[in-house]
């Protein structure tokens, strides 16, 4: 059972380039998430799904898209790569709604962009 | 969601335990209280929740105050394995389909050996 599983581990841009950040979970979970930490800060959602087909925008969503055809992947999408996107991206997923479910974590993915 | 106070640091010796408090003086009934931690460069893991009464399971022990406007994370023996960030949050039914984990900074804790 591998859980949330992240790719790449690193990724060096270029301004205005454009990259998939993939994303897998194998616990069949309805809900998939993405955050961005930078330095010295906490966690920031950028978008996340409530199932296959249902995206929405989280806190920070400009300059990312997402889209959600099966259960298991939710990429993140850098449509063209600015230094502001610069930051660690996790990829989180939990079994449902309930506020007493657990989040699951991917391991990151350090992103610069120079 | 309700916010959350914890102070920025802390410090423990290995082989002791780690009180880590959390304020959140405008948590309202329905709000559970999660705990999680990050280790050095992997993600966020959960590490324990409550609602109203304290809470033990193999990582740890939460203490919810009676008003419920504080809780605290107890580590019964740190070891060196425990130094991470760790973040105390509120889960309530009125987030946006529950997607809405606020992590703030969180609490940076070291463990001397």
């Known amino acids: 059972n591998a859980g949330v599983t992240q790719t790449p581990k690193f990724q060096v841009l270029k301004t205005g380039q454009s990259m998939t950040l993939q994303c897998a979970q194998d616990?069949?979970?309805?809900?998939m998430s993405w955050y961005r930490q930078d330095p010295g800060m906490g966690l920031r959602l950028i978008h996340y799904?409530?199932?296959?087909?249902?995206?929405d925008q989280g806190e920070v969503p400009n300059g990312y898209n997402v889209s959600r055809s099966t259960t298991e992947d939710f990429p993140l999408r850098l449509l063209s790569a600015a230094p502001s996107q610069t930051s660690v991206y996790f990829c989180?997923?939990?079994?449902?709604?309930?506020?007493?479910?657990?989040?699951?974590f991917g391991s990151g993915t350090q992103l610069s962009v120079l | 969601d309700a916010k959350t106070t914890q102070p920025n640091s802390m410090e423990s010796n290995e082989e002791e335990p780690v009180h880590l408090p959390c304020n959140h003086s405008?948590?309202?009934?329905?709000?559970?209280i999660h705990w999680y931690r990050q280790l050095p460069s992997q993600g966020p893991e959960y590490v324990i929740h409550?609602?109203?009464s304290n809470v033990n399971n193999r990582m740890a022990s939460l203490a919810i105050a009676e008003d419920r406007k504080s809780s605290t994370l107890i580590l019964h023996r740190a070891t060196l394995r425990d130094a991470a960030v760790y973040y105390c949050?509120?889960?309530?039914?009125?987030?946006?389909?529950?997607?809405?984990?606020?992590f703030g900074p969180g609490t940076r804790l070291s463990v001397l050996p």
């Open positions: 989180a997923s939990r079994y449902g709604p309930s506020t007493n479910e657990k989040l699951f």
């Open positions: 616990m069949n979970h309805e809900y």
């Open positions: 799904s409530v199932g296959a087909g249902i995206t």
């Open positions: 405008t948590i309202s009934g329905t709000d559970y």
């Open positions: 409550g609602l109203t």
């Open positions: 949050i509120l889960r309530g039914p009125g987030d946006n389909y529950g997607q809405n984990f606020v």
